[in-house]
């Protein structure tokens, strides 16, 4: 299991930017997508996650509203387009796989232990 995020770069305050994460995986359906950011001197933070279809995503507080995550199985890709950035999103953003056995008793989780797969994060920096 692989997976590699990109698309971050510097964007002014109010733009918007999309991040892509590629997961590699024989069985890229079987896992849920969690995004999650980290600002300099600060803890993990919860950004989002996805189910195996798209139908069910959650966010976190702080970006609820503005962040939009969808994917697409064909393309073992999950995105995270990002909108009305703020300075405050300024963070290293990464995706991490979490494995599900069984689809009908998923419970969708924000924490960062319940995730086995990282990949490399991607910086965005909004600048004011």
């Known amino acids: 299991v692989q997976l590699q995020a990109s698309g971050g770069g510097l964007v002014q305050t109010g733009g918007s930017l999309r991040l892509s994460c590629v997961f590699l995986a024989r069985t890229f359906h079987e896992y849920a997508i969690g995004w999650f950011r980290q600002a300099p001197g600060k803890e993990r933070e919860f950004v989002g996650n996805i189910n195996w279809n798209g139908e069910y995503v959650y966010y976190g507080s702080s970006v609820k509203g503005r962040f939009i995550i969808s994917r697409s199985n064909s393309q073992s890709t999950v995105y995270l387009q990002m909108n009305s950035l703020k300075p405050e999103d300024t963070a290293v953003y990464s995706c991490?796989?979490?494995?599900?056995?069984?689809?009908?008793?998923?419970?969708?989780?924000?924490?960062?232990?319940?995730?086995?797969?990282w990949g490399q994060g991607t910086l965005v920096t909004v600048s004011s």
């Open positions: 991490a796989g979490r494995y599900i056995p069984d689809w009908t008793i998923y419970r969708a989780s924000a924490r960062a232990e319940d995730y086995a797969y």
